[in-house]
């Protein structure tokens, strides 16, 4: 298969999986212990059903939308994926090239092998910047400042990683940073020629934003070890109180997954909250952000923007993501499978498959302006989680099955929610 063949991000996938030597493939493709929640973030979206409305004039569509001020193509953010220069040399300036290219959003992981100023010079402008807090504050606070001074618009703080992620695969696959070529491994390495070719002419590995020109640079890690050693476990609310106070630009936290912590950022003045599990990478057993989604947008009240990621695939995904209150979703295996595939080339192909897919749901579903979804454009509308996991009452069974769309259930998971939120 070549790009020119793909049609889908499923192909994009399977170009990877061929693309990528089977350690580094694993590290992008795998999630936490057994992977149930990797595959619950993919597989709730595909039980959500749509309820198009027919002889609506869909001649004329729209899928851009407004994010703090900025017109984004689309409500898509490429998201914050560590050491993307393993996938393709520079993978960071890839990803955020490809992004502005499409119009959509970047997000730069702390862990990015690129620096935020090499970025900001080569790749894009303007982007988000994710931080991680370290256990060294003077690094942490140095971070702010830079993201500041490159004009970084954004601070995404994510709290899903107070510890490393039991990634099984990686395990199995003696992953390290940087990959290590060994007996073990050595024929694998030997098929992936054309990834071997580009990495020996790639930039040294580097963590941009982390390394230290003062200090000696640390031999092989594993990932496990790299964050133990520099990540802060005891991150707490207070840690967010005090970004708050460095961070003027618009503050974001990611990877919230239930409505009472999502009202205490609130609270506590992040401007936006990303409900995310981490692509199924942190705790095996979380619920997928699709499933998670509504009652956090139901606590939220559209006072700040709610934005979801795990699991999207198809625009379809995103589609559905809209209609149940997020204001943008965040991809991202989906980009770097793109990436692996054809580097910038491929992580446009991502979004522009992902943009077609869009706009043809948004056309058979009869809703020409994306800006214009709510659940009443599902089948299923909440109690969506009951729904998804098999346990909805039978009166709610009864009323789905007669075709009484989201209003009505809606009453209902309101008075759940409002009593969650105050427990
Ligand atoms: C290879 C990889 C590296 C990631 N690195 C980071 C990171 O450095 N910071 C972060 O906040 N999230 C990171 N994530 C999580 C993503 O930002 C996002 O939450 C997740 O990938 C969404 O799920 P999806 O891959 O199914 O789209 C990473 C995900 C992957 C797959």
């Not at 709730?44 to 004039?57: E, H, N, Q, Y």
């Not at 954004?154 to 510890?163: G, Y």
């Not at 580097?206 to 020109?213: A, E, V």
């Amino acid at each position: 298969m070549t790009l020119n063949e793909v049609v889908n991000i499923a192909d994009l996938r399977e170009l990877a999986r061929r693309r990528l030597p089977r350690a580094v493939f694993g590290f992008v493709d795998g999630g936490a212990h057994d992977e149930r929640t990797l595959r619950d973030n993919e597989d709730d979206f595909s039980r959500i059903r749509f309820a198009p409305r027919m002889l609506v004039d869909v001649s004329a569509r729209k899928q851009a939308i407004d994010l703090f001020g900025q017109t984004l193509s689309s409500p898509l953010i490429v998201g914050p994926t560590g050491i993307a220069g393993i996938v393709w040399p520079e993978g960071d300036l890839c990803l955020a090239r490809a992004s502005a290219a499409m119009g959509v959003g970047f997000c730069q992981s702390t862990t990015s092998n690129a620096s935020i100023e090499q970025v900001t010079a080569r790749g894009r402008q303007g982007h988000w910047f994710q931080v991680y807090v370290q256990k060294d504050r003077g690094l942490t606070q140095s971070l702010i400042d830079r993201a500041r001074d490159a004009g970084c618009t954004a601070l995404v703080l994510t709290v899903d990683l107070p510890v490393a992620g039991p990634r099984e695969r990686d395990i199995r696959n003696g992953f390290t940073l940087p990959p290590r070529i060994g007996l073990a491994n050595a024929v694998d390495y030997a098929r992936k020629l054309g990834w071997l070719w580009r990495m020996a002419g790639a930039p040294r590995f580097t963590f941009g934003n982390l390394d230290d020109p003062e200090r000696p640079r640390q031999g092989l890690v594993t990932l496990a070890e790299q964050i133990g050693r520099n990540f802060d476990a005891s991150v707490s609310w207070k840690d967010l109180d005090w970004l708050r106070g460095q961070w003027q630009g618009k503050l974001l936290v990611k990877g919230l997954l239930r409505a009472d912590d999502a009202v205490l950022a609130l609270q506590q003045g992040a401007d936006a909250v990303i409900v995310s599990n981490h692509g199924g990478r942190q705790l095996d057993g979380a619920p997928s952000g699709i499933a998670a989604l509504p009652p956090i947008v139901d606590a939220i009240g559209g006072r700040i923007p709610v934005l979801v990621d795990g699991g999207i695939r198809r625009g379809s995904d995103v589609v559905k993501a809209v209609a149940l209150g997020a204001t943008a979703c965040i991809v991202g295996r989906a980009g770097l499978y793109g990436l692996a595939a054809a580097g910038q080339a491929g992580v446009e192909r991502a979004i522009g498959i992902l943009q077609r897919e869009i706009d043809v749901v948004l056309a058979l579903l009869g809703v020409p302006d994306i800006n214009q979804l709510d659940r009443s454009a599902l089948f299923d509308a909440p109690p969506l989680r009951n729904f998804l996991h098999g346990v909805t009452s039978e009166p709610d069974r009864a009323r789905i099955s007669a075709g009484r769309l989201a209003g009505d259930l809606d009453v209902q998971h309101e008075t759940s929610v409002t009593k969650h939120v105050r427990t």
